[in-house]
């Protein structure tokens, strides 16, 4: 089952007098259920392939199709519907609220989506649970480690049950045994919850761990 493609997707920015191609004709599948890593030099346009998957950035060209929505002719508004509805993102820094604690960051989106309190702060335990730190629920960001912090970044990411998660080097704060552990418990959830999950590492060994590794060659998705 394809959750999201990309088809021959363009992205390039002007720089000065320079025109620089990010994506060339971009063509990828991720299907349910699985991990791609996507291992790439800094500057090749990891982030601009994970934006653009994610509806953040429009392509210049081509189309991400998204559940079998083509995403490319759609209003703004649109489009914040459904990356709000069906994609995570994480990121290198957690990005968490730092006067909220551990349990209100994840239950935020839940609210924000108009879930009743109860509801969002019992499914924001549970995830805490399945990211093994439950016994932190209560304290904030500032209070938790730099492991604990991306555990609880990828637990709010995944809170309003989207369709895939996209990561941009989660685990590219940490050392390498924490990193490890960290891996463990975004693994275990996204098996776990049946997602898909796109991520950018330059960890060769949490990669060699994931369904398959692609990297960018010439604004094209390759296999590794
Ligand atoms: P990566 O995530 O692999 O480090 P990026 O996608 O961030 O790569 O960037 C790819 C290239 O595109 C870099 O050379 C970067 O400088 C350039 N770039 C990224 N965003 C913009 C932008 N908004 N305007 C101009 N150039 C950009
Ligand atoms: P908006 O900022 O337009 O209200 P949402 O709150 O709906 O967007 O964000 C949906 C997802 O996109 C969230 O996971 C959020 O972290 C991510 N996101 C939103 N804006 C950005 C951005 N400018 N850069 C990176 N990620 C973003």
């Known amino acids: 089952e394809v959750v999201l493609a990309l088809k ?4 390039h920015y002007v720089q000065g007098e320079k025109k620089l191609t990010i994506l060339n004709g971009a063509e990828f599948v991720l299907h349910r259920g699985e991990m ?17 998957a994610g509806l ?5 060209a081509g189309e991400v ?5 083509q995403c490319g002719k759609m209003s703004d508004e649109q489009r914040t519907a459904i990356r709000r509805n069906d994609v995570g993102f994480v990121y290198q820094f ?12 994840i239950a935020m989106p ?13 499914r924001a335990a549970q995830l805490l649970d399945y990211m093994k730190i439950g016994k ?4 904030r960001p500032a209070e938790l480690s730099g492991g604990e912090q991306q555990r609880v970044a990828i637990a709010r990411a995944v809170a309003n049950a989207p369709l895939v998660l996209l990561a941009d080097e989660p685990t590219g704060n940490l050392d390498p045994v924490t990193a490890s552990y960290v891996f463990d418990a975004m693994e275990a959830l996204v098996r776990q919850s049946g997602l898909c999950a796109l991520i950018a590492t330059h960890n060769h ?11 960018l060659q010439d604004g094209k998705i390759v296999d590794l």
């Open 136 to 139: 932190r629920a209560h304290h």
């Open 110 to 122: 839940q609210l924000i989506k108009g879930l009743a309190p109860k509801e969002a702060k019992n």
């Open 94 to 105: 957690h990005h968490l609220l730092p006067e909220f604690s551990a349990l209100e960051n």
């Open 36 to 52: 791609v890593a996507l291992v790439a030099p800094s500057g090749a346009g990891k982030s601009t392939l994970l934006h653009t």
């Open 205 to 215: 060994e949490l990669a060699a761990r994931m369904n398959r590794r692609v990297t």
């Open 65 to 69: 199709v998204l559940a079998g929505r």
């Open 56 to 60: 953040l950035e429009r392509p210049d």
């Open 8 to 11: 021959r997707v363009e992205r």
